[in-house]
């Protein structure tokens, strides 16, 4: 009885271990719209990589704020005219220090305008890169 418990824990562990090396990958979608981006979540937030790299690799939440950028990107890219598209964006803009940062730096105006958002998206909507 005591060596099967032996077995099961040592077995558990094993798993446990594998699991936390290979980090197993699972795509999460962010939409919007009729716009939506796929991105990696991972059971153990990349933290494997994460100690092995003094911290050169993306993490979850990481991974999310460059899906979202790319749905604002994607947003843009299709944009027609729709209200509630350009709602979106300004609120997203003017919610980010970051976005409003970088806008109001291109534009010298606080007021988001979409066709300054279509000028600028490159610079405004910029992906995080690690370096």
């Known amino acids: 009885m005591k060596r099967k418990r032996t077995f099961i824990v040592i077995g558990l562990l094993v798993i446990l271990i594998s699991l936390f090396i290979t980090d197993p990958v699972f795509n999460q979608i962010v939409k919007y719209y009729n716009q939506e981006v796929q991105y990696e979540w991972r059971i153990f937030n990349n933290l494997f990589c994460y100690l092995k790299t003094a911290g050169h690799c993306y993490t979850n939440e990481v991974n999310r704020t460059n899906a979202e950028i790319e749905l604002y990107r994607r947003l843009l890219d299709n944009y027609n005219g729709q209200e509630n598209i350009e709602k979106k964006l300004s609120q997203v803009v003017k919610s980010s220090y ?4 970088t806008y109001t730096d291109l534009t010298n105006s606080q007021t988001v305008k ?3 958002l ?4 490159d610079q405004i909507f910029a992906p995080i890169v690690l370096k």
Request: net charge positive; no cysteine.
């Open 114 to 116: 979409m066709d300054s």
């Open 98 to 101: 970051r976005f409003e940062r």
């Open 118 to 121: 279509l000028k600028y998206k």
